[in-house]
């Protein structure tokens, strides 16, 4: 598992318009790093550059020291996983292929093997799609459908594994279990960063929070750090309040600030 992942300086456009500056950001693998803030702050932006998919405008990524554009896309498509926010499924697939083509970098040419078939069976029962994995995925609801590009995701085994809004869209009871799918990727050593709106999720997942506003990274640290009351009233205008009890932490939006 690689160690370290960075932005040195990293300055990040949309067409001509800057959306981050000057960033600086050392991230650690075998943690959870959630990114929070309101919309338009720059979190999917931030993703896009981390993974590679968005070329910096100054600025660079490192992965493990090496600046990731030096990394041919399928090197580094094993070593970084994404999942985007409105992930499409652009033609009837049965849900094991699509897993299936998470498995990519790692292939080439030769096809799938019977271990590479192993990790895809394992990704559909990890993300709790195995129930799914004979259904054409243009006919998933958006739920099932997030269950399965994070198995999708899975299934490359990637060092770190960015994803945004991972868990949009899923009830309650799957918004835990993924959770803790993410969460025990983390522990087994993978770098997992995500972006969320729920912040009392983001308090009870996350062992790092990086709070973004305009652009700009208000806070950095974990949750009892960032989330705390005069940070996220800069960052969305609210009353908060951060609260610990027996099943974690909380975040109660009170009000307007």
């Known amino acids: 598992m690689s160690g370290v992942l960075e932005a040195r300086g990293l300055t990040l456009k949309r067409g001509r318009r800057e959306i981050l500056a000057g960033l600086d950001l050392s ?36 992965l493990d020291g090496q600046d990731l554009s030096a990394l041919p896309p399928m090197a580094r498509a094993r070593r970084i996983g994404f999942l985007p926010q409105m992930p499409e499924i652009a033609w009837p697939l049965e849900v094991r292929i699509l897993v299936g083509l998470g498995r990519t970098p790692h292939i080439g040419a030769r096809g799938l093997s019977a271990a590479d078939a192993r990790i895809i069976d394992a990704a559909l029962e990890e993300a709790g799609a195995a129930d799914l994995a004979e259904r054409d995925a243009s006919t998933l609801s958006g739920g099932e459908r ?7 995701v899975l299934a490359g085994e990637p060092d770190w594994l960015l994803a945004d809004e991972p868990l949009a869209g899923l ?3 799957c918004q835990i279990d993924a959770a803790e799918t ?3 990727r983390a522990r087994a ?9 729920d912040l009392t999720l983001a308090a009870r997942i996350a062992d790092r929070v990086l709070v973004l506003a305009e652009g700009r990274l ?10 705390v009351p005069d940070v996220l009233a800069r960052a969305f205008a609210v ?11 909380s975040v109660d939006v009170l009000g307007r600030a």
């Open 189 to 197: 050593g993978c770098g997992v960063v995500l972006t969320l709106h």
């Open 182 to 184: 993410l969460v025990r």
């Open 27 to 62: 991230l650690r693998a075998g943690e959870v790093t959630a990114l929070v803030g309101p919309n338009g702050a720059g979190k999917s932006t931030l993703l896009a550059g981390l993974c590679g998919l968005l070329a910096p405008a100054a600025g660079a990524v490192r």
């Open 146 to 152: 997030a269950r399965v590009m994070i198995a999708r």
């Open 218 to 227: 208000l806070a950095d640290g974990p949750p009892e750090v960032a989330l």
């Open 239 to 249: 009353r908060t309040a951060l609260r610990r009890g027996p099943e974690g932490a």
């Open 171 to 173: 009830d309650p009871g």
